[in-house]
């Protein structure tokens, strides 16, 4: 009796092992077709990887235990965490046929998986539109910074290869449910009487252009742009930034609009090349 428990209790141990699932392996698979989305030099390679990369990944996000895991080797995707850690965004990026682009998105803790559908034209005034995971305009995130009883939510999207834009919106969580953006942001523009979901800064696509919240100034900072003829060939008339500042302030719960901050307050911003290597926040990456 006491052989037979022994080997019952191997044979049920060594199920269990088999059945744990191997996020490493398949984290190793996965960088391939991330990198040949990001890198490769034809866009249908790229367009293939990603989809590969899309189903797949999917998959072992909704593994047991894949909260945890830190997919360190998938440098190409963006993971931002939660400051207390109790939740994540994970987004990315497709350069595809034509110089168009295409972007996923999940919200991830470690009960639920939830995608963030691409389904809003950024055409519409999306600086107005409350949103869910249903209705959302895709975009990578790149900072999350909590605020009272909800976060501010920073993301980047291109919209071609003219064009890239910045945004930050309130995101809240309402039991299980996710809510973005709320008209808590003064409008800068006197055409515009209600307040803004989220504010939205477009600027030249060989420009450089940040929208933050600085803690040392208990504010959103980002940079001013104007309306310049643009120095890329077929473009037209773009947004670049002029080396000054606006900003937003919390006053009794509202997002108030500071017109100018003082230039001295944060250094100028540096009008980027198109051969410079720069993140999604327009800062110079390190070699």
Avoid: C
């Amino acid at each position: 009796m006491i052989r037979l428990y022994t080997l019952l209790l191997f044979i049920g141990t060594s199920l269990q092992l088999t059945a744990q699932f191997d996020f490493e392996a398949a984290e190793t698979d996965l960088a391939f077709y991330a990198d040949v989305m990001v890198n490769a030099m034809e866009p249908a390679h790229r367009e293939r990887a990603y989809n590969a990369f899309n189903e797949q990944f999917e998959e072992v996000l909704s593994q047991g235990g894949s909260y945890m895991y830190k997919f360190e080797k998938l440098k190409w995707i963006s993971f931002v965490e939660a400051p207390d850690e109790s939740f994540r965004f994970i987004s990315w990026q497709l350069t595809g046929l034509g110089n168009t682009y295409q972007y996923k998105s999940y919200y991830q803790n470690d009960d639920n998986l939830i995608e963030l559908k691409n389904t809003i034209d950024f055409g519409r005034n999306v600086e107005f539109e409350g949103m869910n995971p249903d209705r959302w305009f895709g975009r990578l995130i790149y900072d999350i910074t909590a605020v009272d009883d909800y976060y501010l939510l920073f993301g980047f999207r291109q919209l071609d290869e003219f064009t890239k834009t910045k945004s930050v919106e309130i995101f809240k969580k309402n039991g299980n449910q996710l809510i973005f953006g709320n008209p808590v942001f003064s409008s800068s523009d006197s055409k515009y009487a209600e307040n803004k979901s989220r504010i939205v800064l477009t600027y030249s696509a060989d420009a450089a252009a940040t929208i933050n919240f600085n803690p040392g100034l208990n504010m959103i900072v980002f940079d001013h742009v104007i309306p310049r003829m643009g120095r890329m060939l077929g473009q037209g008339e773009t947004f670049l930034p002029d080396g000054s500042y606006e900003a937003y302030k919390l006053e009794n719960g509202k997002w108030e609009h500071v017109e100018q901050l003082y230039t001295e307050l944060i250094d100028k911003p540096k009008v980027g090349s198109r051969k410079e290597t720069r993140d999604i926040q327009g800062k110079l990456k390190k070699n």
